[in-house]
Nanobody
Framework: QVQLVESGGGLVQAGGSLRLSCAAS????????MGWFRQSPGKEREFVAR?????????????YYADSAKGRFTISKDNAKNTVYLQMNSLKPEDTAVYYC?????????????????WGQGTQVTVSS
């Protein structure tokens, strides 16, 4: 089991920045990648509606981004702290969502939530216009 705890969400004006953190604990030795997903307002009950944002390979550090995140968001990690970060700049109102970090358990695509088996509780990001 891997436990994930997100932090860093909040309310920010459009054009502003936030930095999300996700601390992992438990059986972290088997982690192969960490990802960030988000779920828009009104879709909280729809697990299938989580949108991929970014992911990072835990060993090599390769990064993967959704088109909506490229150029604005940066995912990074600190292996010693078992922590992954998501730096979000130039935020837009459409970025408003609950952001979840997840640990990938399988070896398929980085972009699908089905490849991730451990999830944090989520942190709310609200961007006002």
């Amino acid at each position: 089991q891997v436990q994930l705890v997100e932090s860093g969400g909040g309310l920010v004006q459009a054009g502003g920045s936030l930095r999300l953190s996700c601390a992992a604990s438990g059986r972290t030795r088997n982690m192969n990648a960490m990802g960030w997903f988000r779920q828009s307002p009104g879709k909280e009950r729809e697990f299938v509606a989580r949108e991929f944002v970014a992911a990072i390979n835990w060993g090599g550090g390769s990064t993967y981004y959704a088109d909506s995140a490229k150029g604005r968001f940066t995912i990074s990690k600190d292996n010693a702290k078992n922590t992954v970060y998501l730096q979000m700049n130039s935020l837009k109102p459409e970025d408003t969502a609950v952001y979840y970090c997840a640990s990938r358990c399988y070896r398929g695509t980085y972009y699908s939530q089905g490849e991730y088996c451990y999830w944090g509780q989520g942190t709310q990001v609200t961007v006002s216009s």
